[in-house]
């Protein structure tokens, strides 16, 4: 069955299109999710453990965006539960993103 993948270092130009696109090479993708409060990460479901696990052999140290990939098989399936855990971890530390004005606009 579908087996979900952990992508981490993800930049925040990246979209779900352009890891569909790199992931697809590796066999069928059935869904990406990607973070952008916090971002810096994002899933990859890939139709079957094979293709799942050719990805993360093939696309784990790739560059994208200037940004060396990590792929890992996802632990946790459900990820409303990796954001509650990302959002509580996140606490007073001072890496939420700016609230307006801040990061770059490139038309």
Known sequence: GDTKLYVGNVSWECVA???????SRCGTVTNVWVAKQPGGFAFVTMSNPEDAAKAQDEIEGETLFGQVLRV???KQNNIDTVIKYRRGGLGGSGR????KGGGKSEG
């Not at 299109?17 to 992931?23: A, G, P, S, Y």
């Not at 939420?96 to 609230?99: I, K, L, R, V």
């Open 96 to 99: 939420a993103p700016p609230a």
């Open 17 to 23: 299109e352009d890891l569909e696109d790199l992931f």
């Open 72 to 74: 890992n098989v996802s």
